[in-house]
């Protein structure tokens, strides 16, 4: 029996989608019916929910955006300017499968999917991400370009406290001996905002453009379950000082948004203690990992690495025409 590929309609019947994103491996909030309904919305695209069926067993997902402009078309997963973290393929009942089982399932799963965007879609250019993704080979076998790109993941296990032993010596001293009259708390709906303004103004002062928007954000938090997505916000003497937007699937924290540098002269390190409260809370709550979104930069990986996390690895996979991306000013993909 030959696995076929479906579109679903995640406009009539989110449900059914959002149910198979629970079942998938690796999804995370940005999968969820409505949050892929607002960022086409928001980048001008169309979405086309794929999945893949082996009678009625569900093989995997593949969420693609259809990007138009003039008489040229290109697919992404995710959507261009949308700066969603991480989409892309997803696997599914992959457990107790033999190697040769699987390796013929994710093959035809993913050759399946790629047929139908060529057919429907016939995009010029084409850029997706593939992070918790097991097996990208098809891929490269079907002439796209597969090149690695890096995340930090802190594996929350143990105790708090030995969680926190485990960090730099300047992290645990930052985090135990921080004083003054502030607190970390979870935020609302208008946190949400303040936390992506604060990084808008942090890239506006290093004069590098940033489309995410406030409305999206705002829109997204009230478009998903509860939980979902955690403005985490640090207040000082009651004013907001700085914040982190945490995206939350069953098993892992995505760091999405904020952690910029607070616009404040306050002797405090508000980052250091947004992160410990995100990974302490995670860690009560039975959450598995801190995925900090992100390894590619020197300067922030200096940051990042003083919570010691692993390093894994994610994949960029792109195809088309050189510089036909360029029509696509400012998509980004995690690095």
Same mark, same amino acid.
Request: hydrophobic share 35%; charged share 30%; glycine share 10%.
């Given at each position: 029996?030959?696995?076929?590929?479906?579109?679903?309609?995640?406009?009539? $019947?989110?449900?059914?989608?959002?149910?198979?994103?629970?079942?998938?491996?690796?999804?995370? #909030?940005?999968?969820?019916?409505?949050?892929?309904?607002?960022?086409?919305?928001?980048?001008?695209?169309?979405?086309?929910?794929?999945?893949?069926?082996?009678?009625?067993?569900?093989?995997?997902?593949?969420?693609?955006?259809? +990007?138009? /402009?003039?008489?040229?078309?290109?697919?992404?997963?995710? !959507?261009?300017?949308?700066?969603?973290?991480?989409?892309?393929? !997803?696997?599914?009942?992959?457990?107790?499968? /033999?190697?040769?089982?699987?390796?013929? =399932?994710?093959?035809?799963?993913?050759?399946?999917?790629?047929?139908?965007?060529?057919?429907?879609?016939?995009?010029?250019?084409?850029?997706?991400?593939?992070?918790?993704?097991?097996?990208?080979?098809?891929?490269?076998?079907? *002439?796209?370009?597969?090149? #690695? =790109?890096?995340?930090?993941?802190?594996?929350?296990?143990?105790?708090?406290?030995?969680?926190?032993?485990?960090?730099?010596?300047?992290?645990?001293?930052?985090? &135990?001996?921080?004083?003054?009259? +502030?607190?970390?708390?979870?935020?609302?709906?208008?946190?949400?905002?303040?936390?992506?303004?604060?990084? =808008?103004?942090?890239? &506006?002062?290093? $004069?590098?453009?940033?489309?995410?928007?406030?409305?999206? !954000? =705002?829109?997204?938090?009230?478009?998903?379950?509860?939980?979902?997505?955690?403005?985490?916000?640090?207040?000082?003497?009651?004013?907001?000082? *700085?914040?982190?937007?945490?995206?939350?699937?069953?098993?892992?924290?995505?760091?999405?948004?904020?952690?910029?540098?607070?616009?404040?002269?306050?002797?405090?390190?508000?980052? $250091?203690l947004l992160d410990w409260q995100v990974m302490r809370d995670g860690l009560e709550a039975g959450i598995?990992?801190?995925?900090?979104?992100?390894?590619?930069?020197?300067?922030?990986?200096?940051? /990042?690495? /003083?919570?010691?996390p692993r390093l894994e690895t994610t994949y960029e996979v792109t195809a088309g025409t050189f510089g036909?991306?360029?029509?696509?000013?400012?998509?980004?993909?995690?690095?």
């Amino acid at each position: 029996m030959g696995i076929e590929i479906e579109v679903l309609d995640i406009a009539a $019947d989110p449900e059914t989608w959002d149910r198979h994103v629970d079942r998938a491996e690796g999804t995370n #909030p940005f999968y969820r019916g409505e949050a892929l309904r607002l960022q086409a919305e928001e980048t001008g695209t169309a979405i086309h929910a794929l999945a893949g069926f082996k009678g009625q067993e569900l093989v995997g997902l593949f969420p693609v955006f259809e +990007y138009r /402009k003039g008489p040229l078309a290109a697919a992404f997963s995710p !959507a261009p300017f949308s700066w969603t973290c991480y989409l892309g393929p !997803a696997l599914a009942n992959t457990g107790g499968l /033999k190697r040769r089982t699987a390796d013929r =399932r994710n093959r035809r799963f993913l050759e399946g999917c790629l047929d139908w965007i060529d057919g429907e879609i016939s995009p010029v250019y084409s850029k997706f991400t593939a992070a918790e993704y097991p097996d990208v080979r098809p891929f490269v076998w079907n *002439g796209f370009d597969v090149r #690695p =790109r890096h995340t930090y993941v802190v594996d929350l296990e143990g105790s708090p406290e030995e969680l926190l032993d485990r960090f730099s010596s300047d992290a645990r001293n930052n985090i &135990r001996n921080a004083d003054g009259e +502030y607190g970390i708390e979870e935020g609302d709906r208008e946190d949400v905002g303040r936390i992506v303004e604060q990084v =808008r103004a942090r890239y &506006r002062g290093q $004069d590098r453009p940033f489309h995410l928007t406030t409305e999206f !954000a =705002r829109s997204l938090y009230d478009a998903l379950p509860a939980g979902e997505l955690r403005p985490y916000v640090c207040r000082i003497d009651g004013e907001f000082a *700085g914040g982190i937007l945490v995206i939350e699937s069953a098993d892992t924290r995505y760091r999405w948004q904020g952690g910029v540098k607070p616009d404040t002269d306050v002797d405090l390190p508000i980052n $250091d203690l947004l992160d410990w409260q995100v990974m302490r809370d995670g860690l009560e709550a039975g959450i598995d990992r801190y995925d900090l979104v992100g390894a590619g930069v020197p300067s922030i990986n200096r940051y /990042k690495a /003083k919570f010691n996390p692993r390093l894994e690895t994610t994949y960029e996979v792109t195809a088309g025409t050189f510089g036909i991306d360029r029509l696509v000013d400012g998509y980004r993909t995690v690095s």
